[in-house]
């Protein structure tokens, strides 16, 4: 069974730090590009990050880069988000999802998509 599985969210302070993690099974992540995704409520899904198949590019929307760092560990068929500096305006579900082709793309290429995992950013 193909499955992406994330974990790792919470509630966190202004300025605090958590690194989400993106387990797969039933396929090695090393042939997908692997992106992550959020949702606030009332907002539509958008896209933070982005890992190629081999790791070597890296890909970030313009109100993260700075503060969280997309890697994986294609041993372990994880991949991981570190966010520093959290705001509030990071709340929201986050999703990873593996794309069909090993490099970055739209998001109309991702096949495969996890549960989400919340992350509440909060005083």
């Known amino acids: 069974q193909l499955q992406l599985v994330e974990s790792g969210g919470g509630l966190v302070q202004p300025g605090g730090s958590l690194r989400l993690s993106c387990a797969a099974s039933?396929?090695?992540?090393?042939?997908?590009?692997i992106g992550w995704f959020r949702q606030a409520p009332g907002k539509e899904r958008e896209g933070v990050s982005c890992i190629t198949g081999s790791g070597a590019s890296t890909t970030y929307v313009d109100s993260v880069k700075g503060r969280f760092t997309i890697s994986r560990d294609n041993a372990k068929n994880t991949v991981y988000l570190q966010m520093n500096s959290l705001k509030p305006e990071d709340t929201a579900v986050y999703y990873c999802a593996a794309r069909a082709f090993t490099q970055c793309g739209p998001p109309t290429g991702y096949l495969y998509w996890g549960q989400g995992t919340q992350v509440t950013v909060s005083s």
């Open positions: 039933g396929f090695g992540v090393d042939y997908h590009a």
